[in-house]
């Protein structure tokens, strides 16, 4: 009894697309992508990376999980492409953060600072003005949206428990039974908020993952188990409080917005979709505000064996033209853009992962290896052989960050950095057996 888990790091530049699937008996029985998108600038390595993925798939097969890290465009802008209703993958479950007005803003006002080419994009306007909307469009069966639960279990979590439901119970099916392929395992809360259109959307706190299950007998598992680095709420008042100005300043007296009543202003879509076709400059302005520093709600992401997992491991990777073999550590960290530099939101994240870190063979380092969110602890708390960057040149930008080289390679490990070169790309190969 076997699980083998392909997965890519694809080559699309300043951005971030990664794509893997659970084979068993030779046969794909789960599909899964974490984000896809980059910056306007790397469009066409985009467009190469999502039609080669969709060439190897075929068009119309199933993605059963997506994985939405945060709101930056470069992260989602490959969604369209993805998921296009003649030419791409149709999408059972979407899993994402719950992303507040304020988050949402500040993101595109970020987006929209840094790359302005993205001001056009339709979906990504949609996004922010409603994700689960946007997402709706992919006619995904469901959305969660997840929320950080807090401290939670001193070891980290179990996941031999079942969450407490609050509605119909979410699973992903298996179209050769009646029984689920995955299904959701902790000790936190999921609610079920709408059921329309054959659509379910649930709220679950981070405390509850998803583990799969794709072989016949179920002996073998596969876990995906999220952790979500919250936004600085002092960051959101202040942005939240320079708009505001922004916006009362170029109005007359008599229509000047209530600031009592300005967050029900800035939920209402109307105002919001204004807000993002019509009032850039004043999102922009607010967004210089608080843009030194500034961390914003990301997910996080292992991918790997369940931490009592009795089956036998075997790792492969390939990086660029370098190969290793070997090992029995398999999984993968993803961290999007987390704040893993500050030790507040640092000691949160590892003890998050505390029983899964023997098990971690890759880790791919938070916003493209940017200095700003990376600490040395990464390495020593977590251990992992392999490190991945995915970035390019931008500007000014140093991604990854001069200091991040140095600590990796003193501490002999291994860091690829995925650019929009085809021949960076990265493939591994990890097997569970029993």
């Known amino acids: 009894m076997e699980i083998w888990n392909e997965r890519k790091q694809h080559a699309v530049g300043q951005g971030f697309f990664h794509s893997a699937r659970l084979l068993h008996d030779d046969a794909v029985r789960l599909r899964y992508v974490y984000d896809c998108g980059a910056m306007k600038k790397y469009s066409a390595a985009l467009k190469r990376s999502v039609a080669s993925l969709l060439a190897d798939a075929d068009a119309g097969c199933r993605l059963e999980l997506l994985f939405i890290s945060h709101i930056h465009a470069d992260h989602v802008s490959g969604l369209p492409l993805l998921l296009d209703a003649r030419k791409g993958m149709s999408v059972d479950t979407i899993v994402l953060p719950f992303f507040n007005v304020i988050d949402r803003l500040i993101e595109f006002a970020k987006c929209a600072n840094d790359d302005p080419s993205i001001r056009r ?6 996004f922010v003005v409603d994700p689960v909307a946007a997402l709706s469009r992919f006619n995904p069966r469901q959305i969660l949206l997840v929320s950080s639960g807090g401290a ?8 031999d428990r079942e969450p407490e439901f609050r509605g119909p119970i ?27 259109q054959d659509r379910v959307v649930a709220r679950m706190t981070d405390h509850v ?11 073998i598992s596969w876990l995906f188990s999220p952790h979500i680095d919250p936004t600085v709420s002092a960051k959101s008042a202040l942005f939240k409080a320079e708009l505001f100005k922004s916006l009362n300043h170029a109005l007359p007296a008599g229509a000047k917005i209530k600031k009592v009543r300005f967050q029900a202003w800035l939920e209402n879509p109307v105002n919001l979709r204004d807000l993002v076709v019509n009032k850039v400059h004043d999102l922009v302005q607010a967004f210089k505000a608080v843009a030194a520093d500034l961390n ?58 505390r029983r899964l870190t023997s098990k971690i063979s890759t880790l791919t380092l938070p916003h493209h290896g940017s200095e700003n969110n990376f600490d040395a602890e990464l390495i020593t708390a977590i251990g992992p052989a392999h490190f991945i960057a995915a970035a390019d040149r931008f500007g000014k930008w140093r991604h990854p960050g001069t200091g991040v080289h140095q600590a990796i390679a003193s501490h002999g490990r291994f860091l690829s950095v995925v650019t929009s070169q085809p021949a960076s790309e990265i493939t591994e190969l990890a097997l569970l057996s029993r």
Do not use: H, I
């Open 121 to 126: 994009d339709a979906f990504y306007k949609e």
């Open 152 to 159: 939670g279990e001193p070891d980290g979590p179990y996941f």
């Open 170 to 196: 979410v699973a992903g099916p298996d179209d050769d039974s009646s029984r689920s392929l995955w299904k959701l395992a902790g000790s936190g809360d999921v609610e079920v908020t709408q059921v329309a």
């Open 209 to 219: 993952s998803l583990v799969a299950s794709p072989t016949s007998s179920g002996s």
């Open 296 to 353: 914003t709600t990301s997910m996080c992401l292992y991918s790997g064996p369940l931490p009592d997992e009795p089956a036998e491991s075997y790792y492969r990777g390939k990086f660029g033209t370098w190969s290793v073999n070997g090992g029995d550590r398999v999984a993968w960290l993803a961290t999007g853009d987390a704040d893993l530099k500050t030790a507040s939101r640092r000691k949160p994240f590892l003890r998050r992962y």
